[in-house]
């Protein structure tokens, strides 16, 4: 029996969820076939079905990694010395994703197909419970060091920075002008006096968030 690199076979089970990715995003899910899947990832369809048995199989894989993919990136941030700082790189992490058009009409059929299909609505709430979860982690930490007002509840702040992120796709759905990236320093500000409402921070800033060296005491 010939033997599976692993590595091998997991950049090409990459490569073919990068294809299918994009072929999602530009036809749709229910217009998008395994052939055309095949095509844009130049393989056979005998390479598709060993790796993923149907198209719904290919669908449901990219999201399952993007939410191990989450899970891993804050696992590393919510070990960064500064909780802050880590949250407004979290937000500008998953902020920056929502500025891709592909990735907007990509999650345009996620909402679609949410709709219609149950275990994969499951998913998709366990990859935002695993976002938000991350986030309320973050707020405790900042609280606990003085960073924030520790007055606000942390679970509910998760709440609304994930409500705030989203927004960011519906509104960049909606509105073709609106442009996501420039945007986020406002969204930085937003947070800045949500979390901090004694910091000094008075405009939105380039480059990264408003530093607030803690809050001042009530």
Not at 111 to 137: C, K, P, S
Request: aromatic share 6%; hydrophobic share 45%; proline share 6%.
């Amino acid at each position: 029996m010939r033997k599976v690199d692993p590595a091998k076979h997991a950049a090409k089970r990459r490569a073919i969820l990068d294809a299918a990715a994009g072929c999602f995003a530009e036809k749709g899910f229910e217009k998008t076939t395994t052939a055309h899947i095949c095509r844009v990832a130049g393989i056979s369809s005998g390479s598709l079905f060993h790796y993923f048995p149907t198209k719904r199989a290919v669908f449901v894989a990219i999201f399952a990694d993007e939410g191990e993919q989450t899970a891993e990136y804050l696992a590393e941030a919510v070990k960064a010395p500064d909780p802050l700082t880590a949250l407004f790189d979290v937000v500008d992490h998953f902020a920056a994703g929502v500025a891709e058009p592909a990735v907007v009409r990509l999650l345009l059929e996620v909402a679609a197909q949410t709709a219609r299909d149950e275990e994969f609505a499951a998913l998709i709430r366990h990859n935002e419970t695993v976002l938000r979860d991350g986030i309320e982690v973050l707020v405790r930490r900042a609280a606990g060091a003085g960073l924030i007002d520790a007055s606000i509840p942390p679970r509910g702040a998760a709440n609304w920075i994930t409500v705030l992120i989203d927004a960011l796709l519906g509104r960049a759905n909606f509105d073709p002008e609106f442009d996501v990236v420039a945007e986020r320093d406002m969204l930085r500000l937003i947070l800045t006096r949500f979390l901090c409402p004694d910091s000094a921070v008075s405009a939105p800033g380039g480059g990264g968030m408003p530093q607030t060296g803690g809050i001042s005491p009530s």
